[in-house]
T-cell receptor, first 113, second 114 residues
Framework: DSGVTQTPKHLITATGQRVTLRCSPRSGDLSVYWYQQSLDQGLQFLIQYYNGEERAKGNILERFSAQQFPDLHSELNLSSLELGDSALYFC????????????FGPGTRLTVT | GENVEQHPSTLSVQEGDSAVIKCTYSDSASNYFPWYKQELGKRPQLIIDIRSNVGEKKDQRIAVTLNKTAKHFSLHITETQPEDSAVYFCAASMETDSWGKFQFGAGTQVVVTP
């Protein structure tokens, strides 16, 4: 157990809908990262937050947005969902602003039908 | 931005043999290179990492080498065991005091056969 929690574990929704994925980092970690892992694909970096502020952006679609709250938990919002958005979404956290080991959560499996 | 290529995409080895996975990166400013192992249905976990101020690092049966000039780094697993079967991801990152962004390779599926 990495100490990073993600909810929900599974999510099934229809095209065009909007969902919110939630992540709580390890105690003491200020950075949160979001990744998308499609079937048989690698880990695509989406976005990073540090202590409530956006720090780095990867290949995140305009339909996706995220935020980190004062209690350091983070939410990833996915809207106008398409079939291709079906994937495993991981959250990871680290102590610093991008240095060192990232601890991954168990992931949220999103299925868009 | 950074681009990381990882080879091979699949690797089958006999138990006891060695496995080598290679990654190349494009951004010469990258200075941190971690390797993650992801077992089936589980989360990625860090197994070893190296920073650009060293050329090699070992941890028991695992070693990583870095060639900054050629911009490539490799993971070496010796005396492979069935529990080494997993997907391995390399990554390259430029760590700074204000931000760090990881670019992962596409992954290598390692299968160790008894």
């Amino acid at each position: 157990d990495s100490g990073v929690t993600q909810t929900p574990k599974h999510l099934i929704t229809a095209t065009g809908q909007r969902v919110t994925l939630r992540c709580s980092p390890r105690s003491g970690d200020l950075s949160v990262y979001w990744y998308q892992q499609s079937l048989d694909q690698g880990l695509q970096f989406l976005i990073q937050y540090y202590n409530g502020e956006e720090r780095a952006k990867g290949n995140i679609l305009e339909r996706f947005s995220a935020q980190q709250f004062p209690d350091l938990h983070s939410e990833l919002n996915l809207s106008s969902l398409e079939l291709g958005d079906s994937a495993l979404y991981f959250c990871a956290s680290s102590v610093g602003q991008g240095k060192g080991e990232q601890y991954f959560g168990p992931g949220t499996r999103l299925t868009v039908t | 931005g950074e681009n990381v290529e990882q080879h091979p995409s699949t690797l089958s080895v006999q138990e006891g043999d060695s496995a080598v996975i290679k990654c190349t990166y494009s951004d010469s400013a990258s200075n941190y290179f971690p390797w993650y192992k992801q077992e089936l249905g589980k989360r990625p976990q860090l197994i070893i990492d190296i920073r650009s101020n060293v050329g090699e690092k070992k941890d028991q049966r695992i070693a990583v080498t870095l060639n900054k000039t050629a911009k490539h780094f490799s993971l070496h697993i010796t005396e492979t065991q069935p529990e080494d079967s997993a997907v391995y991801f390399c990554a390259a990152s430029m760590e700074t005091d204000s931000w760090g962004k990881f670019q992962f390779g596409a992954g290598t599926q390692v299968v160790v056969t008894p």
